[in-house]
């Protein structure tokens, strides 16, 4: 079955850096678009960032320059770096996949001094 298991969240102060991971099982992960998505207390969802099958990247104009998005095919396994981190990035981040359309459950990212 498809399984995305995130990890590598955690809390962290105001300007540092976290790596996550996102491992897949059960899919054709090096066919697939990956992305990182995010909730806040009381918000929606939000795209975080995305890397297509050929690597092409896509962020969100609040993570842009800080955040990076990539992947690794020989190990089914997709990385956001965060660095610069602000108190606004604090949300659980969830990994996605887009064939089929599944979630992982979630990482928590507390930002705060």
């Known amino acids: 079955q498809v399984q995305l298991v995130e990890s590598g969240g955690g809390l962290v102060q105001p300007g540092g850096s976290l790596r996550l991971s996102c491992a897949a099982s059960?899919?054709?992960?090096?066919?697939?678009?990956m992305g990182w998505y995010r909730q806040a207390p009381g918000k929606q969802r939000e795209l975080v960032a995305v890397v297509s099958r050929s690597g092409s990247t896509n962020y969100a104009d609040s993570v842009r320059g800080r955040f990076t998005i990539s992947r690794n095919n020989a190990k089914n396994t997709v990385y956001l770096q965060m660095n610069s981190l602000k108190p606004e990035d604090t949300a659980v981040y969830y990994c996605h996949t887009t064939v089929p359309d599944f979630w992982g459950q979630g990482t928590q990212v507390t930002v705060s001094s």
């Open positions: 059960g899919i054709f992960f090096s066919v697939n678009t």
